[in-house]
């Protein structure tokens, strides 16, 4: 199981970027989502608190 955190910044399409808890590109400026098995699952919790935000995965 995997800690996932997403991007309080959006990126310039309006989607913020979810990311494992060791990328290397995981911002300073997280929220986390929790641990999950999956980027997906851990995309579907993020939408599910923060609904009136865009999501994406760190791919």
């Given at each position: 199981m995997i800690t996932y955190?997403?991007?309080?910044?959006?990126?310039?399409?309006?989607?913020?970027?979810?990311?494992?808890?060791?990328?290397?590109?995981?911002?300073?400026?997280?929220?986390?989502?929790?641990?999950f098995s999956s980027c997906q699952d851990a995309i579907r919790q993020a939408k599910l608190q923060h609904f009136q935000k865009e999501f994406d995965g760190c791919f």
């Open positions: 955190y997403f991007n309080n910044k959006a990126d310039d399409k309006g989607r913020h970027e979810v990311h494992e808890r060791t990328c290397r590109y995981l911002p300073e400026n997280k929220t986390e989502i929790g641990v």
